[in-house]
């Protein structure tokens, strides 16, 4: 994943698999190597994960331009 460090990205796993959506499997080599699997119950949740990424995609635009200029601008001149 761009952009995200280590120990970000290892909070998140560990948090996801608190959660138990993910699977870590642990091979004892040298180097130490692991493996992380999306569990049956994350599985189910893939529908809804495309809708949000299918949604994202359509609104994308507003987010990037327009809409977050007219935001900031609100704040500044609040301040």
């Known amino acids: 994943m ?3 460090s280590e120990r970000m ?3 998140q796993l560990k948090d996801l698999e608190k959660n138990g959506l993910v ?9 130490l190597r692991v493996e992380y699997e999306l569990t049956a119950v ?7 994960w495309h809708a949000l ?3 994202g995609d359509m609104h994308r635009d507003s ?4 809409a977050r200029q007219s935001y900031e ?3 500044t001149n609040t301040l």
Do not use: D, H, R
């Open 73 to 75: 601008a609100a704040i």
């Open 23 to 31: 699977s870590k499997q642990v091979y004892n080599e040298v180097p």
């Open 63 to 66: 987010f990037s331009g327009t």
């Open 9 to 11: 990205l290892s909070l």
């Open 42 to 48: 994350a599985m189910k949740l893939s529908p809804i």
């Open 2 to 4: 761009p952009g995200i």
């Open 53 to 55: 990424e299918a949604w």
